[in-house]
Structures are given as structure tokens and as C-alpha cells.
């Protein structure tokens, strides 16, 4: 599994798997997941957020897609500014080198697996991976608090910005993830990711060097 990078200026090349990709985001928040209020009558499942600054990361097999996650800017809308407030005791985070995680999945016959690198830890070492390359320092994370424990155990300092709330019958927190090179190379050593994932296409290269010479080992 090779993760694209797909931002407003290479996003014509992903016209057909962005079609795909927002089709299987309703598969899974609106039939799996039951979120009524997503669905929409076209069955693709995009809402304010999905916009010409948004950046997605989609792990793909060939034009198959196994995993996903979204990025926004925090100096935009996101969900903790304009829906969930609240789980930030401090105010919402506006900065530049802050960026929001979401809809972050992985194709239910692809969960659980064994053999290799699962597909859930590349998509998110992929993230920061993406964080590192533009000079990001944290990501902000609307999350189930279940998934708290998991962040940790995967070397990433995750700090609360505030209390869990219960949301739609689940404990949700928002947490800060810091952005650096030990959160990667953590990720790698202790999920087995064995590197770099990044495919930049129709984007300039703009990997720091720590990314492309550090390569991990346990």
C-alpha cells in the first residue's frame, strides 16, 4: 500500500478515486456506522469541511483504496472550532502549523490484520510523515476516548484539550498530537512501518531530509 498525497493542486489526477473515496466515506460513517445525519441522497458522504484547502491521505492498491484520513488547516473551519468547541477547554486551535485529523478509516477487510504493517498504523505514520515534509508541529484530534490509550502506545505525545464529553452515546475527547521526528520513527519501529510511504504525484518534492535519510530500525 503506497499513500497518495491529494491537495487542490493535484486533485484533478484523483478525480475518479476522489469519487470513490467520498462514496466509501458513506459506506462507512452512514451504513457501518450509522451517522444518519451525514447521509446525503447521492450516497457520498462530504460535508463543510471537504474543501480546496483540505488535504487527503488515501492508502491505495493500485486505484483500490484501503485506508483514508483528512487534513484541515486549523486556521479554517474544523470539526473542534465549529462543532465541538466545547472539548477544548481553552478555545479552539488557530495556528498554521496546527493541522485537524479526521475521518480516518481503513476498509473493514483490512482491519485486523497480521501479516506486515496493518493499514491502519502506515495511514497514520503516513500523516506524520506529511506533518514533518511541510513543517507542521501538532495535529488536532476529535476522537473516541478509547482511542486515547492507542496514540500513546504507539510513541505519540497526545495531550487532552479538555474533558471527555459524551457525544451521541460516545466518551469523545479532543487531544494535541505533537509533530516530530520521534513521533515517526516510534510509529515505525513499534507498528513495523518500514519507511517513507509519501507518493507526492503532480506535487513538488519537499520531503525534509530528516524524512528521507532517517530510515527506522528496531
Not at 478509547?146 to 459524551?166: C, H, T
Not at 509533530?179 to 519507511?195: F, H, L, Y
Amino acid at each position: 500500500m503506497d499513500v497518495h498525497v491529494i491537495r487542490r493542486d493535484n486533485k484533478h489526477l484523483y478525480s475518479e478515486i476522489l469519487e470513490d473515496y467520498f462514496r466509501l466515506r458513506h459506506q462507512i460513517y452512514v451504513v457501518e456506522r450509522k451517522w444518519a445525519a451525514l447521509d446525503r441522497p447521492d450516497k457520498r458522504e462530504l460535508d463543510q469541511f471537504d474543501t480546496d484547502e483540505t488535504v487527503y491521505l488515501l492508502g491505495l492498491e493500485g486505484r483500490s483504496i484501503i485506508a483514508g484520513m483528512r487534513l484541515v488547516p486549523t486556521t479554517a473551519p474544523t470539526l473542534l472550532s465549529d462543532l465541538f468547541p466545547r472539548l477544548s477547554l481553552n478555545g479552539p486551535i488557530r495556528r498554521p502549523d496546527v493541522y485537524e485529523l479526521s475521518r480516518i478509516f481503513v476498509v473493514p477487510k483490512r482491519r485486523g490484520e497480521h501479516a506486515g504493517p496493518r493499514a491502519e498504523a502506515v495511514i497514520q505514520a503516513a500523516a506524520m510523515e506529511y506533518g514533518l515534509s511541510i513543517g507542521l508541529s501538532a495535529f488536532t484530534i476529535v476522537l473516541e476516548s478509547w482511542w486515547l490509550p492507542r496514540l500513546l502506545d504507539q510513541g505519540w505525545v497526545a495531550r487532552p484539550l479538555g474533558l471527555p464529553i459524551d457525544i451521541d452515546s460516545m466518551s469523545t475527547i479532543a487531544v494535541m498530537v505533537d509533530v516530530d521526528e520521534q513521533a515517526w520513527t516510534e510509529i515505525c519501529i513499534r507498528r513495523s512501518v518500514p519507511g517513507p510511504m509519501l507518493v507526492w504525484q503532480g506535487l513538488p518534492v519537499i520531503e525534509r531530509p530528516a524524512i528521507r535519510d532517517l530510515v527506522p530500525a528496531a
